[in-house]
């Protein structure tokens, strides 16, 4: 069964540095996605960044990047250059591309605080 | 304006009634999903409709039911409401593909915010 793992309940960084949030899933499906989503304090659920197993190189968005270690079974998000709205919660996510039906399930999420 | 729009935002109700969750999916998205987010939580998957078919069920309570109508809108029914059932409610739509991950990601509504007194 699919399973996605964020074991940083809140974490704290310093405005212009970068900061690492770790995800780790569990998958039997050779064919997967993974996805992180943003939830300001306003409450709405944005998309990020997004990357398939099968993908050879890892995603980059402006200052989002991807760190996928297939073998770890890892799915880090990376924020280069925080700014104080980044202060928000973080969700990683997957969707298995054969098995576990067609549902995205989320992580519990990390909640972000920049300071300034 | 994600193009995902949910109404009401805000409800009020009491134990033991029922209230009726509407969601209007992304022009062009298939897929229409529910998620139930309960105060400082993460989201639970409730369940997705493709095309007017249920697709996959999540950890749905049987007093909550849901359908997705030909003109693609989908409504969430919550019945017999009990004071754990008051939570952020969001629909979700995407395009849906297979392989094709970036068709699969989610656009959120802004949520429908249910309290039971």
């Known amino acids: 069964a699919q399973k996605i793992t964020q074991t940083q309940p809140g974490m704290f960084v310093q405005e212009k540095e970068a900061v690492t949030l770790d995800c780790t899933y569990d998958t039997s499906d050779p064919s997967y996605g993974l996805f992180w989503y943003k939830q300001p304090s306003s409450g709405e659920m944005i998309f990020l960044i997004y990357?398939?197993?099968?993908?050879?190189q890892n995603a980059t968005e402006g200052r989002y990047s991807l760190n996928f270690q297939k073998a770890r079974k890892s799915a880090n998000l990376v924020i280069s250059a925080s700014q104080l709205g980044d202060s928000a919660m973080y969700f990683c996510?997957?969707?298995?591309?054969?098995?576990?039906?067609?549902?995205?399930?989320f992580g519990a999420g990390t909640r972000l605080f920049v300071k300034a | 304006d994600s193009g995902v729009t949910q109404t009401p935002k805000h409800l009020i109700t009491a134990t033991g009634q029922r209230v009726t969750l509407r969601c209007s999916p992304r022009?062009?998205?298939?897929?229409v999903y529910w998620y139930q987010q309960s105060l400082d939580q993460g989201l639970q998957f409730l369940i997705q409709?493709?095309?007017?078919?249920?697709?996959a069920k999540g950890n749905i309570l049987e007093r909550f039911s849901a359908q997705q109508f030909p003109d693609l809108h989908s409504e969430l029914n919550l019945s017999s409401l009990e004071l754990g059932d008051s939570a952020l409610y969001f629909c979700?739509?995407?395009?849906?593909?297979?392989?094709?991950?970036?068709?699969?990601?989610?656009?959120f509504g802004a949520g429908s915010r249910l309290t039971v007194l």
């Open positions: 990357q398939g197993s099968y993908d050879q």
């Open positions: 996510a997957m969707r298995e591309g054969y098995t576990g039906g067609f549902k995205t399930i």
């Open positions: 022009s062009g998205d298939l897929s």
């Open positions: 409709y493709y095309n007017g078919e249920e697709r």
């Open positions: 979700a739509s995407s395009v849906d593909s297979k392989g094709r991950w970036g068709a699969n990601v989610l656009t």
